[in-house]
């Protein structure tokens, strides 16, 4: 506990460890701990809130950086492709080059009511795309389907990638962030780390003007990912009622 305090987060930072999203007052808390880091760009990364124990974690942590970015970039290139675009253009809208990513390792312990509460609630990620390394033996994670949870099935050396609500808003709405929760267990502890890939945190984002057409208005109006980001820390996991807020709502026409 003292060296998890020592480490502790902070509403202004957010980097460190911590266990609670959402610091408005009525937040809903959940069953479990995380940590928190920049892992890139490299003038964000703040070494102080990394772990020094084991020496192992840093080294390690900087190389699994670099080989998820490349994975990362290169799915934004399928999904280009996917939309009809040149190969390149979602990474542009994220800032080419400037993009960036964190890190959040999570802990669910043991939980003697499982069914009084969850380890994470309803949300989509906020960002561009998460690539989720979860244990292979303790399921937890389970995905929105046509209103219902469904339990996703955990593969062994694989990923799960989620889309999170910044794909949804440059494709206009053709790639849809995934909602998700996960559920804690009585009898087993569960460990999971999420990479975020994210945009650029100062560059407004909006629907891609190609994907744009008079019979496909834009859905969203544009806001930088340190904005969005900002409103998601104080009001805690919601479902995906946040991408929703950005929607832009329809004029009534009158005719
Ligand atoms: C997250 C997340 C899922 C999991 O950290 O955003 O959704 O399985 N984690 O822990
Ligand atoms: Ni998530």
Not at 141 to 167: E, H, M, Y
Not at 175 to 200: D, G, I, Q, W
Not at 245 to 252: H, M, R
Request: overall charge positive; glycine content about 8%.
């Amino acid at each position: 506990m003292e060296i998890k305090q020592q480490y502790a987060n902070s509403p202004k930072t957010y980097e460190g460890y911590g266990s609670r999203l959402g610091t408005k007052k009525g937040a809903s808390l959940d069953w479990g701990d995380y940590y928190f880091l920049h892992v890139h760009p490299p003038s964000l990364i703040n070494q102080e809130k990394w772990p020094a124990l084991p020496s192992s974690l840093r080294p390690t942590t900087d190389e699994y950086t670099q080989e998820l970015l490349k994975l990362c970039r290169r799915l934004m290139r399928v999904l280009s492709k996917g939309l009809g675009l040149k190969e390149g253009r979602l990474q542009e809208a994220f800032g080419g080059d400037k993009d960036g990513a964190c890190l959040r390792v999570n802990f669910y312990p043991k939980c003697p009511q499982p069914d009084l509460t969850l380890g994470l609630s309803p949300h989509s990620d906020p960002g561009g795309m998460t690539v989720l390394q979860v244990d292979d033996h303790v399921k937890g994670l389970q995905v929105r389907k046509d209103g219902a949870w469904v339990t996703v099935q955990p593969v062994p050396d694989s990923f799960i990638i989620n889309i999170a609500d910044q794909i949804e808003v440059l494709s206009n709405g053709a790639y849809k962030s995934v909602e998700h929760r996960v559920m804690v267990s009585s009898t087993a502890e569960r460990l999971s780390m999420a990479f975020f890939y994210n945009p650029c945190s100062d560059i407004p984002l909006a629907p891609i003007p190609q994907l744009v057409m008079p019979d496909r208005p834009p859905l969203f109006l544009p806001m930088t990912f340190n904005e969005y980001r900002l409103y998601i820390r104080k009001n805690g996991p919601k479902g995906k009622s946040q991408v929703e807020s950005l929607k832009i709502v329809p004029k009534a026409v009158h005719v």
